[in-house]
């Protein structure tokens, strides 16, 4: 069974500049969510993709923006990237949306905002 | 506004004692907590949950109890090893799924050899 798997592991960016991140969810999981990890802070859920569509977001704002593929992988995009966005993007798959479902984190991208 | 607290943002105990972790909350109309645990380099994983239909929820070494009308859990490790050396994040439910979570700002517990 593979797990979560993220790329890259590491980014530097320039601020005003674009990023795309990667997640490959684990084996039969159709649900995959992202988090992003400020430094000393707890995981912030951003969205949630259930079958390639939209399904929650939290108090992020629309440059953030995501994709989930049929394969169930999926992409976080960020545009117009500035200092505050430096922090730790985890990706986490899920089996379903259903109320007793775990999340399997991915190890998670480093991004560096400069 | 952290609804989810965890107000020690480290703690260090010795191979073998006890290690408490604790948690506020403040929503009474949370019903479901979860806690994670994280190592450097590595994702959360799921560590232990409760129900608010429970006061107590054990699992080998861990165990969490709730306190509702005090809207506070805590996770008792006993007894603690070195490789429970880790950042402990506390969670709630978002819209009541637990696929997608609310987190605490996590305490760090180092267990001393």
């Known amino acids: 069974e593979t797990g979560v798997t993220q790329s890259p592991t590491h980014l530097i960016k320039t601020r005003g500049q674009q990023v795309t991140l990667r997640c490959s969810s684990q084996s039969g999981h159709n649900t995959v969510s992202w988090y992003q990890q400020a430094l000393g802070q707890g995981p912030q859920f951003i969205f949630q993709y259930y079958r390639e569509e939209e399904n929650g977001r939290g108090n992020f704002p629309p440059r953030f923006s995501g994709l989930q593929f049929p394969n169930y992988s999926s992409e976080l995009n960020v545009n117009a990237l500035e200092l505050d966005d430096s922090a730790l993007y985890l990706c986490a798959s899920s089996a379903t949306t259903g109320r007793n479902e775990k999340l399997f984190f991915g190890s998670g991208t480093q991004l560096s905002v400069l | 506004d952290q609804q989810v607290k965890q107000n020690s943002p480290s703690l260090s105990v010795q191979e073998g004692r006890i290690s408490i972790l604790n948690c506020d909350y403040t929503?009474?109309?949370?019903?479901?907590f979860l806690w994670y645990k994280k190592y450097p380099a590595e994702g959360p994983t799921f560590l232990i949950s409760?129900?608010?239909?429970?006061d107590k929820n054990e699992d080998g070494r861990f165990t969490v109890f709730l306190n509702k009308s005090a809207k506070h859990l805590s996770l008792h490790i006993v007894p603690s090893q070195p490789g429970d050396s880790a950042v402990y994040f506390c969670?709630?439910?978002?819209?009541?799924?637990?696929?997608?979570?609310?987190f605490g700002t996590g305490t760090l517990l180092a267990v001393q050899p």
């Open positions: 929503n009474s109309m949370f019903d479901y």
């Open positions: 409760i129900s608010s239909i429970k």
């Open positions: 969670a709630v439910p978002y819209g009541g799924a637990t696929n997608k979570l609310i």
